[in-house]
Nanobody, 128 residues
């Protein structure tokens, strides 16, 4: 069973930084596309960032571009989301996700339907 566990969330002041981690278990290989999404109260799940199965390509949502960075450490089977210059509007539950099959090139990396496995989320709250 593939499991994803997010960590690193918390309460920070506007302008601060956090690094989220997503640990993947239940898999031998690391060649899977990964993504981060977030959901604020009363809103739908929003695309944040994507990294390709090879790690050679990344995609970011417009609202976080230039502030957030996604990276992966295959040795640890972990994906990170470095969040800088945080804003109150970044407050949300952050989820990581991955695909079912190896070496999958997503048709649309920002589409949550492209992902098959999801973590339970980690809360990020940014105060003004």
């Amino acid at each position: 069973q593939v499991q994803l566990v997010e960590s690193g969330g918390g309460l920070v002041q506007a302008g601060g930084s956090l690094r989220l981690s997503c640990a993947v278990s239940g898999r031998r290989f690391t060649m899977y596309a990964m993504g981060w999404f977030r959901q604020a109260p009363g809103k739908g799940r929003e695309f944040v960032a994507h990294i390709s199965w090879s790690g050679s390509s990344t995609v970011y949502g417009d609202s976080v571009k230039g502030r957030f960075t996604i990276a992966r450490d295959n040795a640890k089977n972990t994906v990170y989301l470095q969040m800088n210059s945080l804003k109150p509007e970044d407050t949300a539950l952050y989820f990581c996700a991955t695909t079912r099959y190896l070496q999958t090139v997503l048709r649309r990396a920002s589409d949550l339907d492209e992902y098959d496995y999801w973590g339970q989320g980690t809360q990020v709250t940014v105060s003004s």
